[in-house]
């Protein structure tokens, strides 16, 4: 059984960089047909994907994003990792990691386990 | 961008009702259409994906259909287990608005 696991500050100063990783356990990040995925829920709304990373190591990030996120992959500690930079409060959120399955042609098919969450605020 | 768009927003029903809930996309995206539960604090569970593909463990009162822009999930005989927020996710493309805005599931 695929587990995640989401870990890092709950609190962040505005204009720092927030910083997540996610533990997978029960399976190998570097198996293939997988995106590691974060994906975020702003408290009482819907949800926001983020961005992934193939197992190939190939990055896709949310266009409304894309300049302040980096996705990375450890696979020696079977770990992913988010970085989003100049945070505001607009970025307090609960942040979820996911594995989405598919090919190398994203976006993955559907996201079959997902973290418990976590939440992050962003206040001085 | 593909916009998704879920109706209605909110429903109150009682245990046993037979339940419909709609996702239009703003263009077709197939049937790459998957359809997610949402309990308070807790993360999402897929429940269908592709449109109509019952995923493992998720109980067979819970069905999906419709392809191209017009989509359904139906909770044949409501259980009280099943009172959450529904979202449905388009996996056609990758752009910004991937899941549709939920639909909460409330007790009449």
């Known amino acids: 059984q695929v587990q995640l696991q989401e870990s890092g500050p709950g609190l962040v100063k505005p204009s720092q960089t927030l910083s997540l990783t996610c533990t997978v356990s029960g399976g190998s990040i570097s198996s293939g047909g997988y995106y590691w995925s974060w994906i975020r829920q702003h408290p009482g709304k819907g949800l926001e994907w983020i961005g992934y990373?193939?197992?190939?190591?190939?990055?896709y990030y949310n266009p409304s994003l894309k300049s302040r996120v980096t996705i990375s992959v450890d696979t020696s500690k079977n770990q992913f990792s988010l970085k989003l930079s100049s945070v505001t409060a607009a970025d307090t959120a609960v942040y979820y990691c996911?594995?989405?399955?598919?090919?190398?042609?994203?976006?993955?098919?559907?996201?079959?386990?997902w973290g418990q969450g976590t939440l992050v605020t962003v206040s001085s | 961008d593909i916009q998704m768009t879920q109706s209605p927003s909110s429903l109150s029903a009682s245990v046993g009702d037979r339940v419909t809930i709609t996702c239009r996309a703003s263009?077709?995206?197939?049937?790459?259409l998957n359809w997610y539960q949402q309990k308070p604090g807790k993360a999402p569970k897929l429940l269908i994906y592709?449109?109509?593909s019952l995923q493992s463990g998720v109980p067979s009162r819970f069905s999906g259909s419709g392809s191209g822009t017009d989509f359904t999930l139906t909770i044949s005989s409501l259980q009280p287990e099943d009172f959450a927020t529904y979202y449905c996710?388009?996996?056609?493309?990758?752009?910004?608005?991937?899941f549709g805005g939920g639909t909460k599931v409330e007790i009449k």
């Open positions: 592709a449109a109509s």
């Open positions: 990373i193939y197992y190939s190591g190939s990055t």
């Open positions: 996710q388009q996996s056609y493309s990758t752009l910004r608005d991937t």
């Open positions: 996911a594995r989405g399955r598919g090919s190398s042609t994203p976006p993955p098919y559907y996201f079959d386990y």
């Open positions: 263009q077709s995206i197939s049937s790459y």
